[in-house]
């Protein structure tokens, strides 16, 4: 699994050891570098003194050695060598040091400028040369004197500088390996530090079940990183939480629904095996009217498992609506007149695509409920246009549009209490679910203290 | 007994309150949440059997109201909903009992004979007074060995006697307790109900008078007059 943590942690070591080991690097070249030129400084110098020493008189080259002045040249255990030559590199004079043995050639010939290489002196040592071209002093002040130029060769043992630089590298590979050490002990460290909250974020996430869905993360606590995940997730929290709490309605009025029916068909046949001289005559009807209730239930529900499958197919026809909406009214209107509601009935020659009995089915849902919940002396105004859209709206003062949000959720009422009567609760499901079926669409809205339900077919199968 | 059923589905609410009648409880029945909470502070019910999805005012509202208003009847709450949360809220509510539809009406009838035990501070279901044995549980009445034969609404009447055993109880508790609205207040049915018991446990000439009269007061069961 793909670990943000581990990611991090290994990035971040890698580039910082990276960093790390080119910084000292870095600076041991440069502390390499000022050693060298320092202790070419000192080679030189070295070699100045001896300079210092060699006259010329009348075309020839003297040393005016001395072991005082030049200890570390003398003979034995000494460290020091110096070869002088003239422009032909016959030997003018060299060092008591070196004994029987010759100083390597310079690499390249030599210059007034000095230049240093390494070599092996003849001790077998390691050692460090300087050479140069110089002009030695002379005796004869005569201004037109001829003088020549003479080469210097001075070596000297750098055991001692080589030791330096060991050390200087051992330093900084130590230093190396410490920060190395310290950069894979520290970084992971800091990033779980570093990411507690998104752990904790994360545990608070595992928390949540469908029993705790209420519950909301609280944005102050996390940092702004993680603010507008704990937004998202807290607005994914809502959503679901509307849902479930939708689907828990509906298992509780389903349950509701069936459980009523079931409780009175027991009580009415255990009264009856009970008491059975006292069979109350209502029994026998209350039975009926009981299997009839479940049965539309049933049938009900059955429809729209199968709308839901898409297994409900509808077969269009040309409708006209005028005369079809009127035919589906008719039985209603005799209902509204007997409840002293106003009627209005306007609806445009217009022809649309239709099953016939799905729509009769779904137009004899939004009369019946209009007819049934249009409070006294409230008006129902059917209409159609010439487009075919047709709209059906009755007074309903009572509800709220958090009440229209829910009109088309299953076994959902006004009242809580849903025990009896016509209306289960599944009509206006039942009817969207056969506008779908037959491609229009049905929509509700509250407008001016009416409930509007607009049926149209859907735009691109308009008009066939 | 009197009890009170609180019911909206109309076919479900006339089978119990016949099943309680024929029981020999007093019953009055309410369709929705505020006749049934108008009902239920306005007389003095020994149960009350309450649906909890009513029209106007949830069952679960009604149970809150009374208990608020520190109404202490027992009330057994009879739904659909069936979770375990729904019955945790329905108890936390105030309720004594809770039954699920659908339901045995035996089982409904035995709860609610345990709720009107509890409202009278006893679990027993066996009352004794001198050689009268009442079983409540049975049901079955006797004396010095032999069973009396009562109605249902005599048996209710002697239980509650019995289980108010040496208080006077007066004509209105009686009535309060044992008779629904569908009795004529006027009428003397509690004197011709209780003329009729003392009649039904009298098995013999020998056996000795148990409900005595308090003229003005009501009347007492007890052994001794």
Not at chain 1, 357 to 373: I, K, M, P, Q, T
Not at chain 1, 441 to 451: D, F, N, S
Not at chain 2, 77 to 93: E, I, K, M
Not at chain 2, 157 to 179: C, F, K, Q, T, W
């Amino acid at each position: 699994m793909k670990s943000l943590r581990r990611q991090l942690t290994r990035e971040l070591s890698g580039v910082l050891a990276v960093l790390f080991g080119l910084a000292l690097f870095g600076l041991y070249l440069v502390m390499y570098h000022k050693l060298t030129r320092s202790f070419d400084a000192a080679l030189e110098a070295r070699a100045l003194g001896v300079s210092a020493l060699v006259e010329q008189e009348n075309g020839r080259v003297e040393v005016d050695f001395s072991d005082k002045i030049l200890r570390g040249f003398a003979a034995g255990r000494a460290r020091h060598y110096f070869e002088l030559r003239d422009t032909r590199a016959a030997m003018i004079a060299r060092s008591p040091s070196l004994q029987e043995s010759f100083l390597p050639r310079p690499p390249v010939g030599a210059t007034e400028k000095a230049l240093y290489w390494n070599l092996t002196l003849p001790n077998g040592r390691a050692g460090r040369a300087v050479v140069f071209l110089f002009r030695p002093k002379s005796a004869d002040s005569r201004p037109g004197a001829v003088t020549m130029l003479a080469e210097l060769v001075v070596a000297v043992d750098r055991k001692n500088f080589d030791e330096t630089l060991g050390g200087l590298l051992a330093a900084v590979a130590g230093c190396g390996g410490l920060l190395l050490a310290a950069v894979f002990f520290v970084v992971p460290r800091v990033l779980r530090r570093g990411l507690v909250p998104l752990a904790q974020l994360g545990e608070l996430a595992a928390r949540i079940d469908a029993g705790s869905l209420a519950a909301r993360f609280s944005a102050e606590d996390l940092p702004a990183e993680l603010r507008p995940i704990a937004g998202r997730l807290n607005d994914l929290l809502a959503r679901l939480e509307t849902s479930f709490e939708r689907e828990r309605r509906f298992s509780a009025d389903l349950a509701h629904e069936l459980r009523t029916p079931l409780a009175e068909l027991r009580s009415l046949a255990e009264c009856a095996l009970k008491w059975p001289e006292a069979r109350d005559p209502e029994a026998d009807r209350d039975t009926l009217a009981i299997a009839v209730q479940m049965e539309t239930l049933v049938t009900r529900l059955l429809t729209l498992a199968r709308g839901e499958r898409g297994q409900l197919l509808a077969q269009c026809e040309a409708v006209a609506l005028a005369p079809f909406v009127a035919a589906v009214w008719r039985p209603f209107a005799a209902r509204a007149q007997a409840r002293g509601l106003r009627v209005e009935f306007a609806v445009a020659v217009a022809e649309a695509p239709a099953d016939p009995v799905l729509l009769r089915s779904l137009l004899a849902n939004l009369f019946d409920n209009a007819v049934d919940y249009t409070p006294p002396a409230g008006e129902i105004i059917i209409t159609g246009n010439a487009a075919g859209k047709l709209q059906v709206a009755n007074t309903a003062p009572d509800l709220t549009p958090e009440d229209v949000a829910k009109l088309f959720d299953r076994f959902w009422r006004k009242e809580a209490a849903r025990t009896g009567g016509e209306h289960a609760g599944l009509g206006l499901n039942l009817a969207r679910t056969f506008a779908t079926a037959m491609g229009w669409q049905l929509t509700v809205a509250r407008e001016c203290g009416r409930l509007v339900f607009t049926l149209a077919a859907e735009e691109k199968r308009n008009g066939f | 007994m009197r009890i009170l059923l609180v019911e909206d589905s109309p076919r479900l609410s006339r089978n119990i309150a016949t099943a309680l009648r024929r029981t020999g409880y007093a019953v009055d029945a309410a369709a929705d949440g505020e006749e049934g909470l108008w009902l239920a502070e306005s007389h003095d019910y020994d149960a009350i059997i309450l649906d909890i999805m009513l029209p106007k005012r949830d069952g679960l509202e009604v149970l809150r109201t009374l208990r608020a208003r520190g109404r202490p009847v027992h009330v057994l709450l009879l739904t659909a909903r069936d979770t375990v949360a729904d019955r945790v809220t329905g108890l936390q509510a105030g309720a004594d009992d809770y039954l699920v539809k659908p339901f045995a009406l035996d089982e409904l009838l035995a709860r609610v004979q345990a709720l009107c035990r509890r409202a009278y501070g006893t679990k027993q279901t066996k009352l004794v007074i001198a050689d009268l044995e009442i079983d409540a549980s049975a049901r079955i009445v006797t004396r010095d060995g032999r069973p009396v034969e009562l109605t249902a609404r005599e048996y209710q009447l002697l239980e509650y006697l019995a289980r108010r055993r040496g208080e006077v109880v007066s004509r209105a508790e009686i009535e309060e307790h044992n008779y629904d609205g569908q009795v004529d207040p006027m009428s003397n049915v509690v004197d011709s109900a209780v003329c009729s018991l003392r009649k039904k446990i009298a098995i013999s000439d020998s056996s000795a008078p148990l409900i005595h009269t308090r003229r003005g007061l009501g009347y007492v069961l007890e052994a001794t007059a």
